[in-house]
Structure formats: C-alpha cells, structure tokens
C-alpha cells in the first residue's frame, strides 16, 4: 500500500510538473485577451455610453471595470500555486511591465488586473471560473477512484496467496502436534500449489510411517507375550523364593511394558464414541489407584454428558494417575470441573515435577526426562498416549507446575 501511495504521488507530482508551463500559458492568453478586449471596448464606446457599456460586461461577462484610485486596498496574489506567478510574467510581457494583480481590490476577491487607457489606469476583476483548475480537481477524483480500485485488486492477489499459505501454516503446526490431516487443496499460484503438493506428500509419508511403527511395535510386543508366558510358568518351579520373587517381578515388569506398546500401537480411532457422564469413569478409575496412592484427594463437579471414547479415556487417566503415584510422592488430587464450553480433568502431584522448557517434549513418544522424574524402567509412552487421547477427542493435554512444586497435567474436552 505505500509503495502504491509513493507511486501514485509520484505520477500526480510528475503531471503537475508538466502542466504547469501549459496552463500558466492558457491562463496568461486568457487574461490578456480579456484586458485587450476590454480595453477596446472602451476605446471604441462614446463617451455617454461608457457607464452603460461597463454595467453590460458586469451583468453579462461578469467583468468589473472600475477606475484606479491612489486610495484603493489591494490584497496581492498568494505565493500559491507557482501557475499564478508564471502567467502574471507572462501576462507583464504582453500588457507591460507596469501591469498589477491583486486578490482583493476594496474588499471584492476575485483577479485583478490593471491596464492603461492613456495615461488612465483601470482594474479589471476576472471571476474565479476563469483561473479555476477543474482538470485538476478531476485528476484527484480518478486518481482515488484508481487507487482505490488499485487497492482493492492488491487486497483479493494478496489474499489469494496469503490465505492458502495461512493454511498451510496451520496444517504444519497440527502435522508438528501429531495429527493425522486431510490432504490440503492444491490450488492458487504456480509456486503456492507446488508447496502444497510437498506438504500432502510429507504429510501422508509421515503418517504412513506413524502407522508402520505401531504395526510393528504391535507385531513385536505380541510376539513377546508367548516366551514371556513360558518365563513366567517356569518361575513358579524355581525353588530359591528371593530368586522366583525377583524374576515374577522382572516378568510382571516386562508385561507392563508390553501392555503400554500395545496401548500405544492400537488404532483407538476406531472406538466407538459414546455418550456418557465421565464422572462415573473417573471415579471407577480413581477407585483402582486408591491404594496404592498415600493419598489421593478428589474433587468431582457434576459435568455435562461428553461424546467420549470410554476405553482411549480410562488408559489416559490411569497412566496419569500411574505418573502422579511413580512420581509425586503418593500425594495427588484429581480435580473435574466445567469452564465455560470445556471439562477440565486435572491431576496434581507434590514431586519435583517438570521444567517448563521440556513440557512439551516429554509428551513425544518414547521420551524421557534426565531428572529425578524420569522413569528409568518405563517406556516414555504414558503422557504420548493421553497426547493422542486429547487430540482424538478435540481436546487439549497441557503440564504446568504448581505453586508448591509438583507437577500439574491438565486433559481439556470440549463440551460440544
């Protein structure tokens, strides 16, 4: 827009520039055509017709011939615009130098000018019509009326490009998040539909492989069950009951594991999405960790009914409520509540809980903390899985931490 403006000026300047010497010139004609007129009307008048001929150019010309007096008031001319300046030289060159202009003679504005009869002086007051620069006024009205339109045009080319690019924006944050996408629609400029088409492309690779790594992840961690069932019966023959205790343990450990691949690898899109009052399910949840919690503090509100998916929810809540016991200490509170459209699920913890800089991070599957949260045995697979959860149902997964140190993580649905 202000390169437009800048250009536009600059065309304006320029056209001023050339039509000023052209139309001082016109000007200059004009007035002098009119004072020689003038001046041979009079001349050729008889003397007693003189009034009645200067009241016949007043009523009809609208020209105003009056006598100069040593005790006129005279305004003269405005510096403004240079046309006035450069048609009064041209005008002294034709009339004389002795030639005089005036904005205001006894306080009637208009343009004055003088001009001799013999030794007489004369004013002769031009209406303004006659100097005026309609060309100009013109000029400025088409001139907004093309900028305008100039405008207008920038507005729909900058919105074609801008707006696909701002999906395309959108899109690569989801695609960063770990949403799966629709393809993008590839239209627009030549260079905007080849950035399109890239995306789809790296878009379906990736969930192509998002898809193969839980097929084989799953493939895998199946396969694992059966040694690991043989493991586990050929434990109960040990007979060391420290050496049979450690390895039951070890097997239980390795089942975990395995259970949370095969969580994680299972395609919970597919579940069918049912209505109901997660308040029942939380506390059916809450009730399983009770014990193993040294203390676990509920605070339950009456919510709306949410279209949920029953299983994907209750595998979240518990590998939340699993973190919260590993590690913060034993002492959590479970808060459910309603803000405005969303219920919020929110579980705090009193450990050491997360710096602010890895909360995202740690919601990446497979990824774990180098702290003394971290979970040397787990498969950093708890938080990527309520990730996915929060995102199948249209919600949010967020971590804070709270005032008194622990870890805040926060699963937001939406109402609707």
Not at 181 to 204: C, D, K, W, Y
Not at 205 to 215: C, K
Not at 287 to 298: C, D, N, P
């Amino acid at each position: 827009m202000v390169l437009m403006v800048l250009s536009l000026t600059a065309a304006l300047a320029i056209f001023r520039q050339v039509e000023r010497e052209p139309r001082a010139q016109q000007m200059a004609q004009l007035v002098v055509s009119v004072i020689n007129l003038t001046r041979a009307a009079v001349l050729s008048a008889a003397p007693e017709w003189r009034s009645a001929l200067l009241a016949e150019l007043a009523d009809v010309e609208r020209l105003h011939v009056e006598m100069a007096e040593k005790s006129d008031v005279l305004k003269p001319l405005p510096a403004r615009p240079l046309e006035l300046h450069l048609m009064m030289e041209k005008v002294r060159e034709s009339l004389g130098k002795n030639t005089r202009f005036a904005a205001k003679h006894n306080g009637v504005e208009a343009l004055w000018v003088s001009f001799f009869i013999g030794n007489e002086e004369f004013w002769v007051a031009l209406p303004k019509e006659h100097i005026a620069r309609p060309a100009s006024q013109i000029l400025l009205v088409w001139g907004s009326l093309i900028f305008g339109l100039a405008m207008l045009g920038a507005y729909f080319i900058a919105r074609q490009v801008a707006y696909p690019l701002q999906q395309l924006a959108q899109a690569a944050q989801q695609v960063g998040q770990g949403a799966t996408l629709q393809p993008l629609p590839e239209r627009g400029a030549h260079e905007i539909v080849t950035v399109t088409r890239a995306f789809n492309q790296m878009s379906a690779d990736l969930t192509a492989n998002e898809r193969e790594r839980a097929l084989v992840l799953a493939g895998i961690s199946h396969d694992l069950r059966t040694p690991l069932t043989r493991v586990r019966l050929a434990a109960e023959f040990i007979v060391d009951e420290t050496l049979r205790e450690g390895l039951a343990a070890d097997v239980e450990q390795m089942d975990t594991v395995i259970q949370q691949f095969l969580n994680y690898a299972r395609l919970d899109e597919n579940e069918v999405v049912t209505q109901l009052n997660i308040k029942s399910l939380v506390c059916e949840v809450a009730e399983r960790f009770e014990q193993q919690a040294k203390s676990l503090t509920l605070e339950l509100h009456d919510v709306p009914m949410l279209q949920v998916r029953p299983l994907l929810l209750k595998r979240a809540l518990s590998n939340l409520l699993d973190n919260a016991i590993k590690h913060g200490g034993g002492k959590i509170s479970l808060l459910l509540k309603q803000e405005g459209n969303q219920v919020i699920l929110a579980i705090t913890d009193c450990g050491t809980g997360i710096p602010t800089a890895q909360h995202e991070a740690v919601k990446r599957p497979f990824a774990r903390l180098e702290t003394s949260r971290s979970n040397v045995t787990g498969t950093g697979l708890g938080l990527a899985i309520v990730e996915r959860t929060a995102r199948l149902h249209g919600g949010e997964f967020n971590l804070g931490n709270s005032a008194e140190g622990g870890l805040v993580a926060q699963l937001i649905l939406p109402c609707v």
